[in-house]
């Protein structure tokens, strides 16, 4: 199923199961968020400005964004991988594209709950970086693993993920990436 993101400019392939979190919680305008009702993952587009690193130092700088703005008490990145953009989004430009996916887990807990709230997350961190807008769209998949007990999470039932399956989402959504309107970027 197609979902459109930022009134239409981008379109993303996008399972039923996702909901818009757009519709029971404010949003800001950089960011598309999402909310998969079977799982409890929450997938996250956000359009950010070009930062100033390289390689896999870029998908690294974003993940520690993150980390901070989720005020984590713990992150770690697993690997990261850079890949050919022509082989993985082929409707960007593959000259100016670049593709880095990073793994990673952080332990945070939800809605300003107490420490002995922590969650263990996985994270997989997605940069496009599209230099001819000097842009980052960084995408997260964000994938509970370990739920506390004392969490608002427990009290909610969900299937458990595995890495292969949250992979093959990621693979098909970068394969289905479009921007229909580059006016987007400005």
Not at 36 to 55: F, G, R
Not at 59 to 83: G, I, K, M, P
Request: proline share 4%.
């Amino acid at each position: 199923m197609s979902q459109s993101l930022f009134g239409g400019a981008i379109v993303i392939p996008l399972g039923k199961s996702f909901l818009d979190a757009s519709q029971f919680r404010q949003v800001p305008d950089n960011q598309e968020v999402f909310v998969d009702t079977i799982t409890q993952q929450s997938l996250i587009v956000e359009l950010l400005e070009q930062v100033d690193a390289q390689d896999q130092d870029i998908a690294r700088f974003h993940f520690q964004q993150l980390s901070d703005d989720n005020e984590a008490a713990q992150s770690s990145v697993l690997y990261v991988e850079r890949f050919n953009p022509q082989e993985i989004t082929p409707f960007l430009p593959h000259d100016t594209t670049e593709v880095y996916i990073l793994h990673g887990k952080q332990h945070i807990s939800k809605f300003n709950e107490k420490e002995d709230a922590l969650n263990t997350v996985d994270i997989i961190l997605v940069v496009l970086r599209l230099r001819q807008v000097e842009t980052d769209c960084v995408i997260s998949i964000n994938v509970p693993t370990q739920v506390a007990p004392s969490s608002s999470e427990s009290a909610i039932s969900f299937v458990q993920s595995n890495e292969e399956s949250v992979r093959e989402e990621i693979m098909a959504l970068l394969k289905g990436f479009q921007v229909k309107n580059w006016d987007l970027f400005g």
